[in-house]
Structures are given as C-alpha cells and as structure tokens.
C-alpha cells in the first residue's frame, strides 16, 4: 500500500512537473482557439478526461472537458519571474458537482474543475519525506516534483477561501474559490491575485510560475461530467497565444 501511494504521488509529478519520460502527450491543434498550443498530459493506467475545444454558444472560444471516470490535464509551460506575477483571470461553467468528491481525501480526491498552477522555490526548504519524494520522483520519471502547486477549486462543501491540503504531500494545496451548488450552469468569472494567493495559502512569497493548465477529474469516485473552461490569461496576456 505505501508503495502504492508512493507511486501516485510519482505521477501526479510527471504530470505537475511535465516530465516527458511518463505521460503520452498531445500538442492541441491550431483550431483549439483560446488554448492552441497547450498539451495533453496524461497518467499512465488512467483513462484520460477528453478535452475538445468548442464555440460555445456559437460566440466565444472555450475548452469542453468530459470526464468519463478518467484523469489527466491540459498544460501550458511559462517560466515567469516572481516580479512578473500578477493577476490570474479565468472562467468555467459547471453543470454539476460530484457531492462524494472530498479534495482532503486520497479515496475521493476529485474536482470538477481545476486551474493549476506550478512553482519553482528554495528546495532546501522541504520537509525531509517531500524531498525523498521529489528525489523518487526524479528517479521514475526525470523531473521532480514541482517545489509548490497552487490550485483553484470548486468544492462541493467547503466555503470560499477555505485551503484544501493534498493528502499525500502538502506541496500541492487548493484554495476554494467557490462552493456548494447555488452557481451551476452560469459562467462564472474570477480574477486573482496570484501572489497575494500563493503567501496566503504557502505562507512565503512565490518563486517562478512554470506553469498553468486546466485539469477535471473524476477517476477516484468513478464519476462522469462535462465542463467548460474559457480562456485564462495572467497579468493581460492570454496564456493561449503565448510563445
């Protein structure tokens, strides 16, 4: 069992760190619109959420995802010095919630939605257990795990604010920037201090933000939904378009 866990936690770094040894991945095509460029990355032994880029409602460039008891994640890398992180702007539509869903549990720990976002840092600074895992990390895959993961979340129960430790390491941490089911089928639109968020939840200032994607899930409680996504853009600059 803990060698099971271990190896989870291995590949979630495969897909966090965007390690190229691990996940089969799939550039998305130049009819994908706001997210032309992004990647595929998907885990092995899991099916993979579709993601399908669409015009939604025939007006505006969006991401379907359709989970069908599968996991994996649409990426984009950016490498942006601290000083360059600002704002995160972002919008999804949610039809439905997975009420078993609880992020805090390792059985259950499925979103709907998610928006990712990965950091550099001082890694001498982990915990004795998150650098053996980084290094094990390293050894299966190439790449360690990400020094910090930040994620946006709707969660079924917890309050807006509220932080939502991953339960295998405490290097990946979601904030819930909406709950509870009072805002489904509506598009909803965020915009976010990303450092003001990262200290928040970390307790530190941010190191560079390798990268952002979009990630549903629902391989844990077995569970089958759609989503969209509409463009995310950082600081201004749409993420889509980005060289």
């Known amino acids: 069992m803990r060698l099971r866990r271990i190896y989870h936690l291995a590949v979630w770094g495969m897909l966090l760190a965007g390690c190229s ?12 619109g706001a997210f032309a460029g992004w990647q595929h990355w998907t885990l092995p032994g899991k099916t ?6 669409v015009r939604y409602g025939g007006t505006h ?9 599968s996991a994996s994640l649409l990426r984009r890398a950016l490498d942006l010095d601290p000083q360059e992180i600002g704002d995160i702007r ?7 919630l997975v009420p078993a869903a609880d992020m805090a549990r390792r059985e259950t720990e499925d979103a709907v939605v998610r928006i990712v976002l990965t950091f550099d840092g001082d890694r001498a600074r982990l915990s004795a257990r998150d650098r053996a895992l980084s290094e094990l990390a390293q050894l299966m895959t190439g790449e ?16 807006p604010g509220s932080v939502i430790l991953n339960p295998r390491t405490d290097r990946i941490r979601k904030l819930v920037v909406e709950s509870g089911p009072a805002r489904l089928n509506q598009w909803l ?6 450092r003001a968020d990262f200290l928040e ?20 409680t077995g569970s089958e939904f759609r989503v969209w996504y509409g463009p995310v853009l950082i600081d201004g600059l749409d993420v889509a378009s980005q060289d």
């Open 21 to 32: 040894h691990g996940p089969r991945v799939a550039e998305t095509s130049e009819s994908a």
């Open 201 to 220: 939840v970390f307790g530190e200032e941010p190191g560079r933000l390798l990268h952002v994607a979009i990630m549903s899930d629902g391989d844990n």
């Open 189 to 194: 639109d965020y915009e976010r201090d990303i």
């Open 144 to 159: 360690p795990l990400p020094y910090a993961t930040l994620m946006y979340v709707w969660c079924p129960t917890r309050v």
């Open 90 to 96: 972002f919008s999804w539509k949610v039809p439905m």
């Open 48 to 53: 993979a959420t579709d993601y399908r880029p």
């Open 61 to 69: 460039d969006a991401m379907e995802a359709q989970a069908r008891a």
